[in-house]
């Protein structure tokens, strides 16, 4: 059964700061991977989807990596901003056909102005 | 496309009660899950449908809960009898194929007294 692990559960950064948030998981035999966001009260928005074939993929200040064999992933942000400010969570899709989305618990991050 | 749409978007009701959960999908997407949210087990996936399908039910806690997708543009996920411990938020979402990327539904935080 596959484990999604994302340690530790909070951070808290000063603005401006460059971060990497963790992610790990038991089950190499992934399709893919994705990071998202979720605000307080709200749904949870896609940030980037890495397939399982790809070592990267980025968006804007936002740059997400995988390693398969190792089972993890990290996504990094640049010169973070209070705007920031939410969970961010990490999900892997098993392989087959009938794949789903087991996700870990996710990582609160605050960044102070 | 106006994304995901979930209703209600709160539901307080008492134990005993039936509660009916709507989600309408992304038009054009043809697979369609179910997500439940606590602050103790995370997200987890309840269930979810391909082309209208049900291909995984195995999240579905207990047969309190049932899940129809009568067509590709609505489905419903039904609890009855509710109870307390079904206190949640539910999440609906939706991919262009069950590995692809989610998108997700703002949610429904379910009460039950």
């Known amino acids: 059964k596959q484990e999604v692990t994302q340690i530790p559960a909070a951070l808290s950064v000063p603005e401006g700061e460059n971060l990497v948030l963790n992610c790990s998981f038991t089950d190499s035999a992934i399709y893919n991977l994705q990071w998202f966001r979720q605000d307080p009260g709200k749904g949870l928005t896609s940030l980037l989807l890495?397939?399982?074939?790809?070592r990267e993929q980025t968006s804007g200040r936002l740059n997400a990596s995988l390693d398969k064999s190792s089972g993890r992933s990290t996504l990094y942000i640049a010169a973070s901003q209070p705007g920031d400010s939410a969970t961010y969570l990490c999900a892997v899709s098993s392989t087959g056909a009938n794949s789903k989305l087991t996700f870990g618990k996710g990582i609160t991050l605050s960044v102070r102005p | 496309d106006a994304g995901v749409i979930q209703s209600p978007r709160h539901e307080v009701t008492e134990m005993g009660q039936e509660v009916t959960l709507r989600c309408k999908p992304i038009?054009?997407?043809?697979?369609l899950f179910w997500y439940r949210q606590t602050m103790m087990r995370g997200l987890e996936l309840l269930i979810y449908?391909?082309?209208?399908?049900?291909?995984?039910d195995s999240g579905m806690p207990e047969d309190r809960f049932s899940a129809k997708m009568p067509n590709a543009s609505f489905s419903t996920l039904k609890i009855q009898p509710s109870e307390p411990r079904d206190s949640a938020v539910y999440f609906c979402?939706?991919?262009?194929?069950?590995?692809?990327?989610?998108?997700f539904g703002p949610g429904t935080r379910l009460t039950v007294l």
């Open positions: 890495i397939q399982s074939s790809q």
């Open positions: 449908f391909n082309n209208n399908v049900p291909i995984d």
């Open positions: 979402a939706s991919s262009l194929g069950s590995g692809a990327e989610q998108f």
């Open positions: 038009s054009g997407h043809n697979s």
